[in-house]
């Protein structure tokens, strides 16, 4: 009688089919990294760089002058004594228990991920708020983004960059990019029908309605995108020091490995330190541009 | 609500009617549940596969594959006694505290995974040998510092070190520090992981770029890849290395070159009573290097994984399986594999 097997089990294609078609792709990026990988490496000379230079910048600075700006820079933007109080004792902690110089490494890195982050994300947010069609084309490349598992997109980076900070730059990026993307574009859509009207009305420009109405009607949620993507950026850290990025992440690795646990907790809490500061500096910096625009409405 | 008393009859029935078959499905000669651990690079896999389908089908073991890794597959036997079996576990860093679960009785060696040893060193691509033939020592290396710039900051040379979590992290780092490779100009760059360090080492090869860093055979990667050990001059100092290059605290590290690692079959004690025969398997199975280079070689081209690497393994190579097993195991594998 026929096979019925395929009742039971998945008529899947045949191995060495599969395996072909692997080797195939595999074959096809390994050309086009032996071909392109020299010029894509000197496209990311700059930003190497600048991270290099950034981090050293941090590492060999005196650390009383790092904490001093730092604070200083906190309070500026955060205009807040309570926020600048806790950073100081989160930073005086963090190198009161040895941590100081993998803790700039990460900060010198996450901060310049964070700025890519949000330079390119709200952009795109905005494209995406304007246009239906840019939504269907980057919704889903946002849901890859977020669920593919890092390592997959890594491997072939590592394969073209070899490992260190770029392709560290690139997994952090890839990852904690989409929310600030999403809740652009979901701030900007949920902005009221009726305020776009009067604006209209009062003969504003593409330019002024979105300057002058959508982005500060947005903030809240913009910032809400914004504080997840700083979040995710700093859970990226352990993944992205398994591709040889200095700091915080590779005493995590190690303790996972070794089965140290204090020494995973408190450079955890390292990064979730870390975390709140940035996040609480931003959140003060959005909650001070939205009075400022309440100021000028109620004018 | 009639459904539902339906619906919960069915269930009960179907309960104890799996109930009923599971004991029968039990071979005559049941050793019991054993767990293996399956550990992340291609001969622990491969291994730990072929022990699996071993025990399953030629001692009726109920056997299972967990996810392991060195460290914490040893410290949960020596702690807990599960796995059962650790295939091919590295014994160099935590020698210690295997011998002291040996002398407790909590654990069995029951053999050499590994009949050559690991091999470790410090490796370069043959061709840039060719090119500077001095490179096969460590003065030539030092002499050459330049060719292993880092791309991050150019007044340093890189010797790709250990992944964070690895016992060889400390040992490569003590014997940069006892070869004064610092003072070269030289760092020992953490790859991050075993993904990181193979593909750093890939990257290098496929574009003919110098490389310089640890590795360890046999894995399929320096069975594709013809790379030559560096030579330390100094011999293997068993003692110093034991004492102080695999520790953290070593103070003043003296130049060795690694020795062969042991690398062995570790099983709980519990196993040997109740299995006995397994174990017996378990003393016999070991390879050479140069063998498994060749298969690890295999499964990279096939992107076999290690279920798939152990059948073939069994299929092709009877001649050397043969020996480690009675007749009637044998038999019994041979007719495993047939039904596959």
């Known amino acids: ?299 | 609500m009639k459904i539902l008393k339906y619906l919960i009859a069915a269930g009960f029935f179907a309960a104890t009617s799996a109930l009923v078959t599971a004991p029968a499905a039990a071979q005559s000669h049941d050793c019991g549940s054993v767990t293996l651990a399956d550990m992340n690079w291609s001969s622990a896999t491969f291994i730990a596969n072929l022990d699996r389908f071993v025990l399953e089908h030629a001692y009726g073991c109920d056997a299972e594959l967990i996810p392991g890794d060195t460290v914490p597959t040893g410290t949960s036997m020596i702690e807990k006694g599960k796995p059962d079996i650790a295939s091919e576990l590295w014994t160099n860093s935590f020698r210690d505290a295997l011998d002291a679960g040996v002398k407790e009785g909590r654990l069995v060696i029951a053999g050499k995974s590994l009949s050559d040893g690991g091999q470790e060193a410090f490796w370069v691509p043959r061709y840039l040998v060719e090119k500077h033939p001095e490179l096969a020592t460590i003065q030539g290396v030092i002499k050459n510092a330049g060719l292993f710039r880092n791309p991050e900051d150019p007044t340093q040379s890189v010797l790709m070190g250990c992944p964070s979590g690895w016992a060889c992290q400390i040992s490569v780092e003590n014997m940069a520090k006892a070869m004064n490779l610092g003072d070269a100009g030289f760092i020992v760059r953490d790859p991050g992981s075993s993904a990181g360090l193979s593909g750093s080492l890939t990257r290098a090869y496929e574009r003919e770029k110098p490389w310089l860093g640890y590795y360890w055979a046999p894995t399929a990667l320096l069975g594709k890849f013809d790379m030559v050990a560096v030579d330390f001059g100094s011999g293997i100092d068993l003692e110093g290395y034991v004492n102080c290059i695999t520790q953290v605290d070593c103070e003043n590290p003296q130049p060795t070159m690694f020795p062969p690692a042991p690398v062995l079959t570790v099983a709980v004690s519990d196993l040997a009573k109740r299995a006995p025969d397994a174990v017996d398997y378990l003393s016999k199975r070991a390879f050479t290097n140069a063998f498994l280079n060749g298969l690890l070689a295999w499964m990279e081209e096939n992107q076999a994984d290690g279920e798939i690497a152990a059948v073939h393994f069994l299929n092709e190579n009877e001649a050397v399986w043969r020996p480690w097993v009675s007749d009637a195991a044998a038999a019994r594998i041979k007719s495993a594999l047939a039904s596959l």
Do not use: H
């Open chain 1, 1 to 299: 009688m026929a096979d019925t097997s395929w009742w039971v089990t998945f008529p899947q294609m045949e191995r060495e089919t599969l395996v072909g078609f692997r080797k195939a792709l595999d074959g096809a990026y390994r050309d086009f990294s032996r071909s392109y990988g020299d010029a894509i490496e000197a496209f990311f000379e700059p930003l190497l760089f600048f991270l290099v230079w950034f981090e050293r910048l941090l590492i060999n600075a005196p650390w009383w002058a790092v904490l001093v700006v730092v604070c200083a820079l906190v309070f500026l933007v955060g205009r807040s004594w309570k926020i600048v109080a806790g950073t100081a004792v989160a930073f005086l902690l963090i190198g009161y228990f040895g941590m100081w110089k993998d803790t700039m490494s990460t900060m010198s890195i996450i901060t310049v991920c964070t700025l890519i982050a949000i330079a390119l994300g709200v952009p795109i947010g905005i494209v995406m708020a304007r246009s239906d069609r840019a939504r269907t084309i980057v919704t889903p490349i946002l849901d890859v983004m977020q669920t593919m598992p890092a390592f997959v997109y890594l491997i072939p980076v590592v394969m073209l960059l070899g490992i260190g900070k770029v392709p560290g730059v690139i997994a952090v990026v890839i990852y904690a990019i989409p929310p600030v993307i999403r809740l652009t574009n979901l701030g900007i859509r949920l902005v009221d029908r009726d305020v776009l009207e009067a604006a209209d009305a009062f003969g504003a420009s593409g330019w002024q309605r979105l300057v002058g109405v959508q982005i500060p009607l947005a903030l809240p949620t913009i910032m809400a995108g914004i504080n997840q993507t700083i979040m995710m950026a700093l859970a990226m850290v352990v993944i992205a020091s398994m591709i040889g990025v200095q700091g915080l992440g590779q005493p995590v690795l190690r303790s996972i490995t070794n089965q140290y646990f204090t020494l995973g907790l408190l450079n955890g809490l390292a990064i979730v330190a870390l975390a709140i500061v940035f996040d609480r500096v931003s959140q003060a910096y959005g909650r001070r541009m939205q009075l400022q625009y309440e100021r000028i409405s109620n004018v």
